[in-house]
């Protein structure tokens, strides 16, 4: 009885929500699922630090600052307008995520970030057609997180060197949280795949990292494009 009300209450919320609002959730929701991905499995940083999406600064100064993962994807739909501020508002107001505004470092310049709740996942995959509810995955079964990855591949390419964990992202327009990346070179070197400097801050990789087969790993997915200045 319990879960009839939970689907049925879920539906109904779906079903209130207008063609933007689903829109813009369902963005959310994407990328709510690539840091799940990118952020899974062993070394991985808490939920808590990653869960929170960035839209961007301000639309008045836009063209002055960058556009987040979540408006650059909703610009390519072409929904980036004066009514996203209300359309995240009105999503917030059913309970379906939070938002947060934090200071980027210019002035008192704030850029806009997104959490979505449970629920808001659960409407969002109703909208998309899944399951209300994910399937659960035994934690000791995950694969290492896109992002653990990432840094142990950067560190085969240079393997004499101590390198900053967040190497493999310079020059690219989209990128994680510094100290979720941080975090998780850590956890690399606490089960031996890194070795960390003094001040736990540079990593190189260890004889255990040299031999995890990157391209041969479930989550191992190569960057789509070159970064900034590299080759094509």
């Given at each position: 009885m319990a879960q009839e009300k939970l689907i049925t209450r879920i539906t109904e919320i779906a079903e209130s929500l207008n063609e933007r609002q689903r829109a813009?959730?369902?963005v959310a929701y994407d990328e709510d699922q690539r840091a799940e991905q990118a952020n899974s499995g062993p070394g991985?940083?808490?939920?808590?630090?990653?869960?929170?999406?960035?839209?961007?600064?301000?639309?008045r100064v836009r063209r002055m600052?960058?556009?987040?993962?979540?408006?650059?994807?909703?610009?390519?739909?072409?929904?980036?307008?004066?009514?996203?501020?209300?359309?995240?508002?009105?999503?917030?107001?059913?309970?379906?995520?939070?938002?947060?505004?934090?200071?980027?470092?210019?002035?008192?310049?704030?850029?806009?970030?997104?959490?979505?709740t449970t629920d808001g996942r659960r409407v969002?995959?109703?909208?998309?057609?899944?399951?209300?509810?994910?399937?659960?995955?035994?934690p000791a079964s995950k694969p290492m997180s896109l992002t653990a990855l990432r840094i142990l591949y950067q560190g085969q390419q240079q393997p004499n060197e101590f390198l900053d964990?967040?190497?493999?992202?310079?020059?690219?327009?989209?990128?994680p949280?510094?100290?979720?990346?941080?975090?998780?070179?850590?956890?690399?070197?606490?089960?031996?795949?890194?070795?960390?400097?003094?001040?736990?801050?540079?990593?190189?990789?260890?004889?255990?990292?040299?031999?995890?087969?990157?391209?041969g790993a479930e989550n191992w997915q190569p960057f789509l494009r070159p970064a900034y200045g590299e080759p094509d």
């Open positions: 813009y959730l369902v991985s940083a808490p939920a808590s630090q990653w869960r929170w999406l960035e839209y961007g600064p301000d639309g600052t960058y556009d987040g993962p979540l408006r650059y994807a909703l610009a390519e739909m072409k929904l980036v307008g004066h009514g996203a501020g209300s359309t995240w508002h009105s999503l917030e107001s059913r309970g379906l995520l939070n938002t947060d505004h934090r200071l980027i470092g210019l002035g008192d310049l704030m850029s806009l970030y997104v959490r979505l969002a995959r109703v909208l998309k057609g899944l399951p209300m509810q994910k399937p659960k995955i035994d964990p967040f190497e493999p992202w310079i020059g690219r327009s989209y990128y949280p510094l100290l979720v990346v941080l975090g998780i070179a850590r956890g690399l070197a606490n089960r031996g795949l890194l070795v960390a400097d003094k001040r736990k801050l540079s990593f190189k990789i260890s004889a255990a990292g040299q031999a995890v087969d990157i391209e």
